[in-house]
């Protein structure tokens, strides 16, 4: 398959080398990370250690705004609509 690419198009081969080049950077870097001790099986990110030691933000969620979420009609367009470039203007687009 790799030959198949690599016999292919230019912009195929350029695109192949580039996720190539991409892999190494990132993913192998990922792989050797040390997997011992307690945090074994965890190869990427903090610790659960690390994670604790970090407070529980305080967060105050918003109120529902019901008059401002529920204003609106929304209708379902069944012919184009020609768009205006101004107020009786010229016809610039249509919305199909």
């Known amino acids: 398959m790799i030959t198949a690419i690599l016999k292919g198009h230019p912009m195929r081969r ?3 080398l580039a996720f ?3 892999s190494v950077v990132f993913v192998l870097p ?4 040390n997997c011992e001790g307690d945090t074994a ?3 990427a990110g903090l610790s659960p250690d690390t994670i ?3 407070p529980e933000p305080l967060v105050e969620p918003l109120a529902t705004n019901d008059t401002a979420v529920t204003d609106r009609i929304y ?3 069944l012919n184009p609509i ?3 470039d101004a107020p009786n203007g010229n016809v610039v687009s249509q919305l199909v």
């Open 52 to 54: 604790a030691s970090y």
């Open 30 to 33: 990922a792989l050797a990370d």
């Open 75 to 77: 209708q379902r367009v």
């Open 82 to 84: 020609d768009i205006y």
């Open 41 to 43: 099986g965890l190869c």
């Open 14 to 16: 350029r695109l192949f």
């Open 20 to 22: 190539f080049i991409l």
